[in-house]
């Protein structure tokens, strides 16, 4: 983000914006205008980014790239699991109901490379001469960081945290109090997912498990588990995806970082 940022331009000069960008924001007709805009957001970017803190990325928690809406959708979901008849006959946990999801990038980003413009296809199980990179190259890079993210943990203290400071008011808390501590106790301490090996089906137990798999050409993760604990890795996969395609682009574009940027 700091190179990202650091590209951007801090004075009017020989750089143009898109057509694309001046259509969307009406200003086809008015250059100049965009071009303050453009220097208004550079010079407030600029003054910002040194108050974000680096993360290291092995310290995030199983949370992040959530929001509070998953954390009253999760116990919802974790409460009504709880009226499901004969679950302690299959397992100690609360398993059903089972959840699985789709999560796929439908967007192939465009970028530049050794001045060409040209297509990003890290996630296309295919090779092509308008494709730059394909999954067959990088599956592995990619399920190393899948696995990285799946590892990360839930933390007891950040999900109490968590309500506190996000929940809109007492009220909005009242009906799942009762619940609350429970579903933190089930939570805490957990793995958000674990990568199946290539090939492997899901186990159908407590554990929230992905699998990559392809459909169209392209790269499709599922995800399966119970269902209050499968809603928390929807946006942490598309993250995952999105970092992904942003570091290929950042490594092997021209000007990676005001790519990324655009894109």
């Not at 957001?41 to 600029?46: G, I, K, L």
């Not at 509070?68 to 116990?75: A, D, G, N, T, V």
């Not at 106790?185 to 958000?192: C, F, P, R, W």
């Amino acid at each position: 983000l700091t190179q990202a940022v650091s590209s951007l331009p801090r004075e009017d000069g020989d750089w143009t914006i898109p057509p694309a960008i001046l259509k969307a924001a009406g200003l086809t007709d008015d250059i100049s205008s965009a071009k303050r805009a453009v220097l208004a957001f550079s010079n407030w970017a600029v003054t910002e980014v040194c108050h974000v803190p680096y993360v290291d990325p092995s310290k995030h928690e199983a949370t992040d790239f959530n929001d509070y809406y998953k954390l009253i959708m999760s116990r919802v979901q974790y409460l009504y699991s709880k009226t499901i008849s004969g679950q302690h006959f299959v397992s100690d946990e609360q398993v059903y109901p089972l959840c699985t999801f789709q999560t796929q990038v439908r967007r192939r980003a465009q970028f530049v490379r050794r001045g060409v413009n040209r297509t990003l296809g890290v996630f296309d199980v295919r090779t092509g001469p308008e494709l730059e990179g394909s999954f067959e190259d990088f599956s592995g890079d990619f399920r190393e960081l899948l696995a990285a993210v799946g590892a990360r943990k839930f933390d007891a203290e950040t999900l109490r945290h968590l309500i506190n400071s996000a929940a809109p008011g007492p009220k909005s808390e009242l009906s799942l109090e009762l619940v609350t501590e429970e579903w933190i106790d089930k939570l805490g301490g957990t793995s958000l997912f674990e990568v199946l090996p290539e090939g492997a089906d899901f186990s159908g137990g407590a554990n929230v498990e992905v699998k990559v798999t392809e459909h169209a050409g392209q790269v499709v993760l599922l995800a399966q588990g119970p269902w209050f604990r499968v809603t928390f890795v929807e946006t942490p996969l598309l993250q995952a995806m999105a970092a992904f395609m942003a570091s290929f682009i950042c490594t092997h574009g021209d000007d990676g970082w005001v790519m990324w940027c655009s894109e």
